[in-house]
């Protein structure tokens, strides 16, 4: 648990970059700073690691006050992740990776292999181990930065805006690797972004942020999408509050039947009993469908699915794309409005 | 071209104590230590002062110094005040020419590293003095390396103003050639210096290549 206590950060110039922030971040969780460009968040990330001090309060580390420790100690047992991956050019990447374990002492042998191991763990090819960061792409170069930050197995994780500079479909599949790493991991992550819908997505909790530095608002994504509690938080989420919001409710709830089609329409399979379209009765061609997995998707996905295709119904399908029923549009209408009627954590 | 092998075909020229092998000899030994002297007062020195970004000035009055500086003018003015026939008369004029692009340049290598790549290595946890010995410099090693060489050539080429005060080197053949109208002497001599030159160019293009990492030059092959 890392806490916050009226923590004020006022640089040199004047500038009140981080005004009386009191807040908890829990442990085993990925909580997120959000807000505008120069709100604050990067100076209060900064603060944990004392990479800068702050001017008043004070930041418990476990209940310990980090100011108790020395910074390169403390930075030590933290990871660390910027946005320009600020990998050392010099070295190769698996000894980049490893450079917290040297640092503390380890043997060579079991740094490297450590490292090794941890550029599996972040989806890179150990190939790469023997080349120098120059010879890696911009996502490429930011996993080895997570890698590194994990090497030395720190329970707490920093990120600063780690995803910014790559391009969206990169994006994307870092922030599925992160969350897949952290279902393993269970790291206590603080991950600043001013990027709403990222946060979202990673967020256990999310602290949106107004410029000076205060918190406008720290709650669980879904809730943070029902009830935002003021005109900048609501500004802030932008649009469509209410369809994102359903990616928060899963689609396990939903009324499904077994018959393998609604009135007018029957679901095609293959010989895998897989869904490959939408036969209209007494024709011949296929229509477009649409999936979800009803253990892991969400009604969002499942609503999705049903607007793709024609008989306006969604295909349920199992953890291996198995058909395992269909969802009718009256099923969705009720989990539609019970999901509305029930603002909460989802 | 027949100068040329008027002073080289010479057997004179090649043994005793003017011979080419020793006259060669002094220069190096000459040359070698004003820089190792300059080396050893403007690296630390750079380093320092680009790492803690403190003192810059001294470095900025040190270059525009160096740009004013009459490299022969002050030789002159040492030894008439020193005496001729001691080496530091000699020595500290080189010494002076050669710490400006060291310090210069080390200075700006170290400053001019990439300040994500400073805040990664203090936030992983690096100490000031790990910051600056394992990646600071490895980082500018290439500038500081452009600095040496600067500095080398250009106190090999002064290094013949040695001569004048009596030590030796191949000033020698330059300074008496012109003195006894001895042009093969003369030429021969600048093209000793030339070539000297030349070698400590080639030696530098070997040091860098063996000390600066592939990472920083980029020389690396994609395996
Ligand atoms: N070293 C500094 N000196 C003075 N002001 C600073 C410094 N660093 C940041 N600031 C100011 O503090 C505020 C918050 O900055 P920052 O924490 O970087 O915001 P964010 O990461 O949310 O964009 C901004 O107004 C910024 O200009
Ligand atoms: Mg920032």
Redesign the pocket.
């Known amino acids: 648990m890392i806490t916050f206590e009226g923590v004020t950060k006022r ?3 004047g ?1 009140v ?1 981080v005004d009386n922030l009191s807040l908890q971040v829990p442990t085993g969780a990925i909580t997120v700073f959000v ?1 505008p ?8 990330l900064r603060m944990i690691n004392r990479m800068i001090d702050a001017t008043e309060g004070r930041i418990l580390l476990d209940d310990q006050d980090i100011r108790e420790i020395d910074p390169p100690t403390l930075r030590r047992g933290i990871g660390y992740v910027i946005q320009q991956a600020g990998l050392f050019p010099h070295r190769k990447i698996v000894d980049n990776v490893a450079t917290v374990p040297y640092l503390l002492g380890w043997d060579k042998k079991k740094a490297r292999a450590r490292a090794m191991e941890l550029l599996e763990r972040v989806g890179l090819d150990t190939k790469l181990a023997g080349r120098y960061p120059f010879q890696l792409s911009g996502g490429q170069q930011q996993r080895v930065g997570v890698a590194r930050a994990l090497a030395a197995d720190p329970p707490v994780l920093l990120m600063d805006e780690p995803f910014s500079a790559v391009d969206p479909v990169v994006r994307a599949s870092l922030q599925d690797e992160l969350l897949r790493l952290q279902a393993e991991l269970h790291k206590t992550i603080v991950f ?1 972004t ?1 990027d709403i819908d990222e946060a979202i997505k990673l967020g256990d909790t999310v602290a949106v ?1 107004r410029v000076g ?1 205060h918190l406008a608002q720290i709650a669980a994504p879904a809730t943070l999408l029902a009830e935002p509690a003021d005109a900048f938080v609501e500004g802030f989420l932008g649009k469509d509050r209410g369809i994102r919001r359903l990616s928060f409710v899963p689609a396990s709830g939903l009324a499904v039947s077994t018959e393998r089609g609604v009135p007018g329409w029957s679901v095609a399979l293959d010989e895998n009993e897989r869904p490959i379209g939408w036969r209209r009765d007494g024709a011949d061609g296929l229509q477009p469908f649409g999936t979800f997995d009803l253990k892991k998707d969400s009604l969002r996905t499942a609503l999705d699915a049903a607007l793709l295709a024609p008989p306006g119904s969604a295909i349920a399908v199992d953890g291996d794309g198995r058909f395992a029923g269909v969802v009718t549009r009256e099923a969705l209408d009720e989990a539609l409005r019970r999901a509305g009627q029930v603002p909460g954590d989802g | 071209m027949n100068w040329l092998v008027d002073f080289f075909g010479n057997r004179a020229n090649w043994s005793g104590s003017g011979g080419i092998p020793i006259r060669l000899l002094e220069h190096v030994e000459f040359s070698l230590a004003a820089l190792l002297l300059a080396m050893v007062i403007a690296i630390p020195l750079g380093l320092l002062i680009g790492h803690t970004r403190r003192g810059a000035v001294l470095v900025v009055v040190t270059a525009n110094a160096a740009r004013a500086l009459p490299t022969l003018g002050l030789v002159v003015l040492i030894v008439l005040l020193a005496g001729v026939g001691t080496t530091w008369p000699v020595l500290l004029p080189l010494v002076a020419l050669a710490i400006p692009p060291i310090l210069v340049n080390t200075y700006e290598g170290i400053r001019g590293v990439d300040e994500d790549l400073r805040d990664a290595a203090y936030g992983m946890g690096l100490r000031g003095r790990q910051v600056l010995l394992r990646v600071l410099v490895p980082v500018a090693l290439p500038l500081i390396l452009l600095g040496l060489r600067i500095a080398a050539i250009q106190v090999v080429a002064t290094a013949t103003v040695a001569a004048y005060v009596g030590l030796g080197g191949l000033g020698r053949y330059i300074i008496d050639g012109l003195a006894t109208k001895d042009f093969p002497s003369t030429i021969g001599g600048a093209v000793l210096v030339a070539a000297l030159a030349l070698v400590v160019q080639l030696a530098f293009s070997l040091l860098q290549r063996v000390l600066v990492s592939p990472g920083v030059s980029r020389r690396a092959r994609v395996r």
Do not use: E, Q
Request: one cysteine or more; glycine letters at 28%; charged letters at 10%.
């Open positions: 640089y040199g110039d500038t970059a807000g460009s120069g709100c604050g968040k990067t100076t209060s600043v001013h942020m530095g």
